[in-house]
């Protein structure tokens, strides 16, 4: 334990006061993913989709990632592995050319769905918390039961292409509908056309997202001492702090005076 706190925390063993249990997360499993997610559907609001049907073209500007619904169940197979099973849920700003007039902003949702297997360890115990939980018996909730925690990271899409498809024969129409949580139909301001004989509008999305499974331990870990916060508090965000002293502290932000790329968007607007 000291070698491995002198290599980490540069602290002397006669340091160590004690040694703490600690309850927190282990990491059993990860992974990391690149995904190119070709000509992935635009869901658009009614009134962009009735601006598509009458437009000479549009263009994708930017995706924002709104949400990640994440799934865990065990492998039937190898009960120590679990199916991480991620939708991704973005919201796609695009511009459509009407005429000769300024381009108009269109609003839709697009939807991917991925699949990971990783190792989550096997656990038999059933695991039951003191929290007092409304719907639940009073002091007693079950806080899960023996399958491990998904966690997912991921960045804000690429947008690396996009297009407008008219719509393919009759016979080649979506027979099932996607189903869109109330949570997500609600970041729009209009109904998305879900279904539909107009155009359709496809993007072309690059990802990077990292894929990992916790599980709850019991630590032990070396104390130094405990920890004592050193800012005090005020009830104003500049208080007692010279306002020259704090700007002093203010790294230059150089990135922020390098040209950008062409197709770049850092400030996707949102519906008004």
Do not use: W
């Not at 263009?59 to 799934?71: N, Q, S």
């Not at 108009?104 to 360890?121: D, H, N, P, Q, T």
């Amino acid at each position: 334990m000291s070698e491995n706190c002198q290599g980490m925390l540069q602290c002397r063993p006669e340091d160590l006061r004690t040694a703490l249990s600690i309850h927190t997360r282990k990491i059993t499993d990860s992974c990391r993913d690149k995904d190119c997610i070709e000509d992935l559907r635009v869901y658009l609001t009614a009134g962009s989709q009735a601006v598509l049907d009458t437009a000479a073209g549009a263009k994708v500007r930017c995706a924002e990632l709104l949400y990640t619904y994440i799934d865990v169940e065990p492998v039937a197979f190898d009960r120590n592995h679990y199916c991480i099973d991620a939708t991704f849920y973005y919201r796609i700003l695009a511009d459509a050319t009407v005429g000769t007039c300024r381009p108009a902003a269109l609003y839709g949702l697009a939807v991917f769905s991925k699949r990971a297997v990783l190792c989550g360890e096997d656990s038999r115990a059933r695991i039951f918390t003191s929290d007092t939980r409304i719907g639940c018996p009073d002091g007693l909730s079950l806080y899960s039961a023996n399958r491990p925690t998904a966690v997912v990271e991921v960045l804000d899409p690429m947008v690396l292409s996009s297009r407008v498809r008219e719509m393919p024969d009759r016979t080649c129409h979506d027979t099932t509908p996607l189903q869109i949580p109330d949570y997500i139909s609600a970041a729009f301001d209009e109904p998305l056309v879900l279904t539909g004989d107009g155009r359709r509008l496809y993007v072309t999305l690059g990802q990077f997202s990292i894929i990992r499974l916790e599980r709850d331990a019991q630590l032990v870990v070396p104390v130094l001492d405990y920890s004592i916060p050193t800012k005090q508090c005020c009830d104003s965000p500049g208080c007692s702090e010279d306002p020259c002293e704090m700007f002093s502290r203010i790294p230059f932000p150089a990135a922020q005076f390098s040209p950008k790329g062409c197709d770049t968007c850092e400030d996707c607007p949102v519906d008004s």
